[in-house]
T-cell receptor, first 115, second 112 residues
Framework: DAGVIQSPRHEVTEMGQEVTLRCKPI?????LFWYRQTMMRGLELLIY????????DSGMPEDRFSAKMPNASFSTLKIQPSEPRDSAVYFC?????????????FGPGTRLTVT | QKEVEQNSGPLSVPEGAIASLNCTYS??????FFWYRQYSGKSPELIMF????GDKEDGRFTAQLNKASQYVSLLIRDSQPSDSATYLC????????????FGKGTKLSVKP
């Protein structure tokens, strides 16, 4: 079974440009999470969805960030406009709901560099 | 504020020794507990979960949970250089919340 798929794996962009990160969760998983990881702040939860509905977006740093999940197999995280301080590794993770354990499985991440 | 605390390390152990990683959490209502391993430049990988008090063993790994003291630990027996990584503790606080709260991780270095 394929794991969580993220694209692109690396993104280099200039300040002010729009960035779109993509994620395909594991089939059958009910939860989808977007994280950001930096050396300084560690792993930060940005937003998560349950059955395609956003549940908690309190971790989204500001209005420049938005996330959507139009269907069970696809989600996007968009940054517009991007800033150098957005440089980080962005992970998508998915989780099944059936056993009530909520273990998460992470994708390979997108390394974003904003110059 | 629900928190998960870990010693950042680095924790250095010789090859073949037992590595002991510890984690404390703030909410007694916590339901399930996870250990992730993250190699440098890679994504976190789930290695163990536990939800009942006591020990759970999987190969060289043992997770220990003590809900009364609000701590969870991970023991790695016969440590190998390939175990060198950052280990993240994560906690699900139960109820209807499906998210995990992650600690900042402990960096483990196993010296040959």
């Amino acid at each position: 079974d394929a794991g969580v798929i993220q694209s692109p794996r690396h993104e280099v962009t200039e300040m002010g440009q729009e960035v779109t990160l993509r994620c395909k969760p594991i089939s059958g998983h009910d939860y989808l999470f977007w994280y950001r990881q930096t050396m300084m702040r560690g792993l930060e939860l940005l937003i998560y969805f349950n059955n395609n509905v956003p549940i908690d977006d309190s971790g989204m740093p500001e209005d420049r960030f938005s996330a959507k999940m139009p269907n069970a197999s696809f989600s996007t995280l968009k940054i517009q406009p991007s800033e150098p301080r957005d440089s980080a590794v962005y992970f998508c993770a998915s989780s099944p709901q059936d056993r009530g354990l909520y273990e998460q499985y992470f994708g390979p991440g997108t390394r974003l560099t904003v110059t | 504020q629900k928190e998960v605390e870990q010693n950042s390390g680095p924790l250095s152990v010789p090859e073949g020794a037992i590595a002991s990683l510890n984690c404390t959490y703030s909410d007694r209502g916590s339901q399930s507990f996870f250990w992730y391993r993250q190699y440098s430049g890679k994504s976190p990988e789930l290695i163990m979960f536990i939800y009942s008090n006591g020990d759970k063993e999987d190969g060289r790994f043992t997770a220990q949970l003590n809900k009364a003291s609000q701590y969870v630990s991970l023991l790695i027996r016969d440590s190998q250089p390939s175990d060198s990584a950052t280990y993240l503790c994560a906690v699900n606080y139960g109820g209807s919340q499906g998210n995990l709260i992650f600690g900042k991780g402990t960096k483990l270095s196993v010296k040959p």
